[in-house]
């Protein structure tokens, strides 16, 4: 057992007044529970403000030994932003885990590059993975809120036409939403941990609101992240040999090719809503 003095993640005005920034925590908080679904599928479910507190990164850390280790201590605070104050998300109440089969954490990473990217061939096939291809176009919609044809950024709410055309294409009746009943077909042909980390991200965005953290800038955390787990899982096969300098290449040149469509993605939608234009769009441009 040990005590943690810490504070409570949400308390922003205690935040500013002992020098953490809201925004970092929030993106502390965005890395840590995304590295824990994209890379390690060992999942935290649980993460309400009650169960996250934040404290200064200690200087010191105890080895398994018992020896204290300044050296450790130092280095992880160093990746902290320069000019502001190191800090350290602590977890507690861990009774709530989840452990993701390595087919669903790589297909999770790879629905998120798909609805980052608004890549809809690749959406279609991972929804097909998860047994729910014929609602493919509700994933983009619960998880960044805007379709995978939408002409809108990143962090940028559905419109109502959007709206329409989705529930429309969908067979969704209903002005003002979907009809429920079909909403609920869709969420019991999820596997059972996908609902899982549905409410864990659900609570970081929560709490990312709270803190003022973008939800442009979560959902590029996100795709990162996912990129890098897709790798991860291209990297590590069990009992095979290390992958050769040359498959290294490839994966690291697929997390750069990410960047980039991100980053000209955002870019002709942001020009394109600037000129109040809509051609076919940049996303056709990216598939």
């Not at 993640?9 to 925590?25: I, T």
């Not at 996912?226 to 498959?247: E, I, R, V, Y």
């Amino acid at each position: 057992m040990e005590f943690i003095d810490g504070i409570k993640v949400d308390d922003v005005p205690r935040l500013v007044e002992s020098g953490f920034d809201p925004v970092d925590v929030a993106n502390a908080v965005t890395n840590a529970f995304g590295e824990m679904i994209f890379s390690h599928g060992f999942v935290h479910c649980d993460p309400h403000p009650g169960n996250l507190l934040v404290r200064s990164m200690p200087t010191h850390r105890r080895g398994h030994d018992g020896e204290e280790n300044a050296a450790e201590g130092q280095k992880s605070a160093a990746v902290n932003a320069p000019g502001r104050r190191p800090l350290q998300i602590v977890l507690l109440d861990h009774g709530l885990y989840r452990e993701i089969e390595p087919e669903l954490r790589l297909a999770y990473c790879k629905l998120w590059e798909a609805m980052v990217l608004q890549d809809k061939k690749m959406l279609a096939e991972v929804s097909v993975q998860m047994g729910v291809g014929d609602y493919a176009a509700l994933f983009p919609i619960i998880f960044t809120s805007r379709s995978i044809t939408s002409s809108k950024r990143l962090g940028d709410k559905l419109s109502k036409e959007e709206r329409r055309s989705v529930a429309q294409d969908l067979g969704l009746r209903g002005e003002k939403g979907f009809d429920f009943r079909q909403l609920l077909v869709f969420v019991e042909s999820l596997p059972r941990d996908l609902l899982f980390i549905i409410r864990t991200q659900n609570l970081v965005r929560a709490l990312c609101s709270d803190l003022g953290y973008p939800a442009r800038r979560r959902f590029r955390t996100y795709a990162r992240l996912a990129a890098n787990g897709t790798l991860l899982t291209l990297s590590h096969s069990g009992s095979d040999p290390p992958p050769s300098f040359g498959l290294r290449v490839r994966q690291w040149a697929r997390w750069f090719s990410l960047e980039v469509r991100m980053l000209l993605l955002e870019a002709g939608l942001w020009f394109a809503s600037s000129l109040g234009t809509w051609g076919p769009g940049p996303a056709a441009v990216m598939k």
